[in-house]
T-cell receptor
Framework: AQSVTQLDSQVPVFEEAPVELRCNYS??????LFWYVQYPNQGLQLLLK??????LVESINGFEAEFNKSQTSFHLRKPSVHISDTAEYFC????????????FGGGTRLMVKP | GAGVSQSPSNKVTEKGKDVELRCDPI?????LYWYRQSLGQGLEFLIY????????KSGLPSDRFSAERTGGSVSTLTIQRTQQEDSAVYLC????????????FGSGTRLTVV
């Protein structure tokens, strides 16, 4: 079975500061990795995903995540956050022995302050 | 449709009443998932439909919860004899059902049991 741990339940940060949201997973088989974002009162939206190839993946709004197989991590980073980035961020893993099922972490609430 | 549609967006019901929540997935998506998100909490898996296979009901919290998917498309989640602890946002997601594809989520139904 797979599991996903998001070490920080809340991350407060000032606008224009860098941020890292941590995600670690455990799996005995190869995985695909995802980050979803949930803005207030909305559903979850796919932010970015790692399937294969370059271990560094980027989103259209400046976030990036790096797959580190040896550390079983997929941390999400942004060099300079905006107020509009305030949201809940969920890391998820899909293992190749679990069909299309995603296992989600507990989420990290990013709070960007002016 | 263009996205996953859920209705109603908000539902207030009296304790002990039955409620039905509807999910209309993206056309052609063979997989459909229901999750529950309590206030400030992560995602709790409820049930998973994949094509014509028997659903994975392993996440349903009690026998008051049931779900069906008619014609491989629209799904209805039914909660009988609602309790206050059932208050949450119920999220539906659909997917092509292929490994690595990820989910598309609806905006959710916010259920409040009073």
């Amino acid at each position: 079975a797979q599991s996903v741990t998001q070490l920080d339940s809340q991350v407060p940060v000032f606008e224009e500061a860098p941020v890292e949201l941590r995600c670690n997973y455990s799996s005995s088989v190869s995985v695909y990795l995802f980050w979803y974002v949930q803005y207030p009162n909305q559903g979850l939206q796919l932010l970015l995903k790692y399937l294969s190839g370059s271990t560094l993946v980027e989103s259209i709004n400046g976030f990036e995540a790096e797959f580190n197989k040896s550390q079983t991590s997929f941390h999400l980073r942004k060099p300079s956050v905006h107020i509009s980035d305030t949201a809940e961020y969920f890391c998820a893993v899909s293992a190749n022995n679990a069909g299309n099922m995603l296992t989600f972490g507990g989420g990290t609430r990013l709070m960007v302050k002016p | 449709g263009a996205g996953v549609s859920q209705s109603p967006s908000n539902k207030v019901t009296e304790k002990g009443k039955d409620v039905e929540l509807r999910c209309d997935p993206i056309s052609g998506h063979t997989a459909l998932y229901w999750y529950r998100q309590s206030l400030g909490q992560g995602l709790e898996f409820l049930i998973y439909f994949q094509g014509n296979s028997a659903p994975d009901k392993s996440g349903l919290p009690s026998d008051r919860f049931s779900a069906e998917r008619t014609g491989g498309s629209v799904s209805t989640l039914t909660i009988q004899r609602t309790q206050q602890e059932d208050s949450a946002v119920y999220l539906c997601a659909s997917s092509l059902g292929e490994y690595g594809y990820g989910y598309t989520f609806g905006s959710g139904t916010r259920l409040t049991v009073v």
